[in-house]
């Protein structure tokens, strides 16, 4: 019945179908052809009840309310009333909204997504719920403070980067860069940091050694993209006193737990 409410089992049927030769292209028009800017109550998954306005260039299982459920189950079982939640590449938000609605007005979610066109997508779907107990950091989590080149894939904003990691064509724009060392000063520290940064992760973590120290470290979900990104990242968590396990599905999450 867990499998059934969390979306699994529709999860695994949409992936296996997705693969068959001829299915894809079907699964991206209904995807894409209606809908756009239409406000959603979700029905189903652990976002139920909650808002969502519907955007083309977003994956179609966000309004749905099934989007990457072991992810999701995650930070249920992570997140109590008053923790707090680091959404690291936030995209529109579908983990920020699921994480404020588990930490209450007492806790708080940082979200950080570095795209502009993004944040006013992340701010609508807050807003949306009224939670106020979100805070957006336009900015993109790297090993240094400044300024970088992002790129943006044409008509998908869930596949944008910053130049050098993962993707580099498409739309490029500056942007504002933090280490997340430095956006601790005046905030408590994460209970549950998720990062999804498409292969920045390699220079974020070195730069984020104060959150990821000391008894009051939180679990870290962190999606890795390739090989290098995978290894880099591992040996950064078990180096800070974390055990490490992998979670498939789109992409491999690195699970690490505090020992």
């Known amino acids: 019945m867990v499998a059934v409410a969390d979306g699994d089992l529709v999860w695994t049927a949409k992936n296996r179908l997705s693969k068959v030769p001829g299915v894809y292209p079907l699964y991206r028009r209904l995807r894409t052809g209606w809908g756009e800017g239409k406000v959603y109550t979700i029905r189903i998954g652990p976002l139920r009840g909650l808002k969502w306005r519907r955007r083309n260039s977003l994956p179609f299982w966000y309004h749905v309310g099934l989007w990457e459920p072991s992810v999701a189950r995650l930070i249920r079982q992570n997140l109590k009333p008053g923790g707090v939640f680091w959404d690291v590449g936030a995209n529109a938000g579908y983990f920020t909204v699921l994480a404020a609605r588990c930490v209450g007005p007492s806790g708080e979610v940082v979200a950080f997504e570095p795209d502009p066109d993004t944040v ?129 599905g789109m992409e491999q999450m690195l699970v690490g737990i505090p020992t």
Do not use: W
């Open 120 to 248: 006013a997508m992340l701010d609508d779907n807050v807003r949306l719920n009224a939670f106020t107990n979100v805070v957006i950091e336009q900015a993109a989590a790297a090993g240094e403070n400044g300024t970088a080149e992002f790129a943006r894939q044409k008509d998908n904003n869930l596949t944008s980067s910053l130049v050098g990691y993962r993707f580099s064509t498409g739309d490029t724009f500056s942007v504002k860069t933090v280490t997340l060392d430095d956006c601790m000063v005046g905030r408590r520290k994460p209970t549950l940091l998720k990062m999804d940064i498409e292969g920045g992760e390699i220079d974020a973590l070195p730069a984020a050694d104060t959150v990821f120290s000391g008894s009051d470290r939180p679990v870290a979900l962190i999606s890795v993209h390739g090989p290098e990104a995978a290894s880099a990242s591992r040996q950064f968590l078990e180096d800070h006193g974390y055990d490490v396990t992998a979670e498939h």
